[in-house]
């Protein structure tokens, strides 16, 4: 008999045999790998979208691995800057922060309208806008100002409404002069609610907020406090906010710290916000 003849083994790698075979740790398929994504600078007033959310807004602040957007109903949210982790114009990018040092130009006025850099103030309107006090005034200057003077529109203000019918007459409004007036404490069944339904020319438009005085339009967590206080009837309003809540009895003053606290539209309740917008749109809109 012949002896049996011995199998070969395959060589494993050997100094004489083939080298073995290497593999990546990624194994998507080459055609599903993504590729790269533009870098886009986090400028102010850039809209994107953030997928995962669905919330689409505009930048308003970008700091050290965050980013903060706004959507057109003011509402802000925070995100971080995280590789293809934005939509721009429905591409995905990756939002980086800005490197230009230069000074960055706000993209909202205080009242939340779309700034205009470098517009001109138009030629004012024949059209007016009344406001009751100077503190109304102040105010409303200090968040519709830059709007106003793009849109040509003066405000004056009212010692009071008691001759409000009187005043309106002697401006004698019309098509191309129209009057808006704003009114403290404009509530059904009040003396400001009894005036103001006297005034009936087509061109004028009176209208108001619920509260006793302008201060109370500002909301209360913008001055520091839980809430404004009560003051009893037949005392003076301001004086007796001042003494409920501690403050000095120098209303000029209080009045000034209180309007340095408001820097736009947020800091005001909705009651005036509106009534505002209504008459600057009354007053422009032919």
């Known amino acids: 008999m012949r002896p049996p003849v011995p199998h070969h083994r395959p ?16 194994l998507t398929p080459p055609w599903k790998k993504r590729g790269p994504v533009p870098e886009v600078a986090a400028e102010p007033g850039l809209v994107v979208e953030e997928p995962g959310t669905g919330f689409c807004g505009a930048v308003i602040r970008c700091e050290a691995g ?13 995100f971080p800057l995280e590789p293809r982790g934005f939509l721009l114009e429905g591409r ?7 490197t230009s040092s230069a000074p ?13 850099p470098g517009a001109r103030a138009r030629v004012a309107r024949a ?12 105010l409303v200057e200090k968040v519709w100002g830059d709007d106003l003077r793009v849109e040509g529109v003066v405000v004056e203000y009212l010692e009071g409404v ?6 309106v007459a002697d401006f004698a409004p019309g098509p191309d002069a129209k009057l808006g007036v704003l009114v403290d404490h404009l509530v059904p069944g009040t003396k400001e609610w009894r005036i103001a339904r006297a005034v009936t020319s087509e061109h004028a438009l009176v209208v108001g907020h619920p509260y006793i005085d302008i201060w109370e ?23 007796g906010v001042c003494r409920a809540l501690g403050w000095p009895e120098n209303t000029g003053a209080v009045w000034q ?19 505002v917008e209504e008459l600057i749109d009354f007053v422009t809109v032919s």
């Open 92 to 98: 995905v990018v990756t939002l980086v922060r800005p």
């Open 257 to 275: 710290a209180i309007l340095k606290r408001v820097g736009s539209y947020r800091d005001l309740e909705p009651e005036l916000l509106g009534r």
């Open 162 to 167: 008691d001759d409000l019918p009187s005043i």
């Open 66 to 78: 965050t980013v903060t957007l706004e959507d057109r109903f003011g509402m802000h949210r925070v």
């Open 11 to 26: 060589s494993h790698g050997g100094p004489t045999g083939p080298r073995p075979r290497t593999y990546s740790a990624d």
């Open 127 to 138: 059209g007016r806008i009344y406001v009751e006090g100077r503190h109304d005034a102040e």
């Open 104 to 116: 960055v130009r706000p993209t909202r006025t205080a009242s939340g309208s779309v700034a205009v």
């Open 217 to 239: 339009a500002v909301k209360p967590s913008s001055v520091g406090i839980a809430a404004w206080p009560r003051v009893p009837h037949g005392q003076d309003w301001k004086t």
